[in-house]
């Protein structure tokens, strides 16, 4: 992972918002840069 | 398109309150960012549906994807199960405007590890993603049960 790949997750990491927190357990696996 | 559950399944479903967790998060333009939801220990899901929506920071819709120019959101899932229940890897879903702000019934789909998402964002901007699922959760072995004979 490169330095902008892992601000890209902390980014994503910070702004995420999930409503399930009762349903059950999300985790971000991976962020990565693709080809457009 | 819609789906019909099976009479055994759609009788558990009555029975147990339909959840619909939602999951809001950036996507920064020319990144895939793939997240994953496990059950609480001994319960599995079936799911029957998904929402899908994209918002730019200024609050604007996303475009459906525009496969001339190869644009706009790319959706999959793995729907990652324990023996002898089978792992699904879905197929990739474009989301042209038939898939975006409504709800896609579709599945069942039987999760009793993880649910593994993959969206991809090829626009030029950043798309704050939204996901919404439709579920139902049942302890592990009624899942065994009701969807036993599809594992092999």
């Given amino acids: ?36 | 398109m819609s789906v019909i559950l099976p009479i055994e399944l759609l009788k558990e479903a009555f029975k147990q309150a339909q959840q619909m967790p939602q999951l809001v998060g950036p996507v920064p333009p020319g990144y895939s960012v793939t997240g994953r939801l496990e059950p609480p220990s001994g319960m599995g899901w079936v799911f029957t549906g998904f929402m899908f929506g994209g918002h730019l920071a200024d609050g604007s819709s996303i475009p459906g994807y525009n496969f001339a120019t190869g644009k706009g959101l790319v959706w999959k899932a793995t729907y990652a199960n324990v023996q002898p229940l089978r792992t699904f890897v879905d197929r990739t879903f474009y989301l042209t405007s038939d898939y975006l702000y409504q709800q896609i019934f579709y599945g069942p789909r039987p999760v009793t590890k993880f649910l593994e998402v993959t969206i991809t964002n090829t626009l030029d901007q950043t798309v704050y993603f939204s996901n919404t699922a439709f579920v139902f959760e049942l302890p592990l072995d009624r899942i065994m049960e009701l969807f036993a004979g599809e594992g092999r």
């Fill in chain 1, 1 to 36: 992972m490169d330095v902008d790949e892992r601000r890209a997750e902390e980014f994503v990491r910070r702004n995420l918002v999930f409503s399930g927190d009762r349903v059950g357990t999300f985790s971000i696996v991976r962020v990565e840069r693709v080809k457009t």
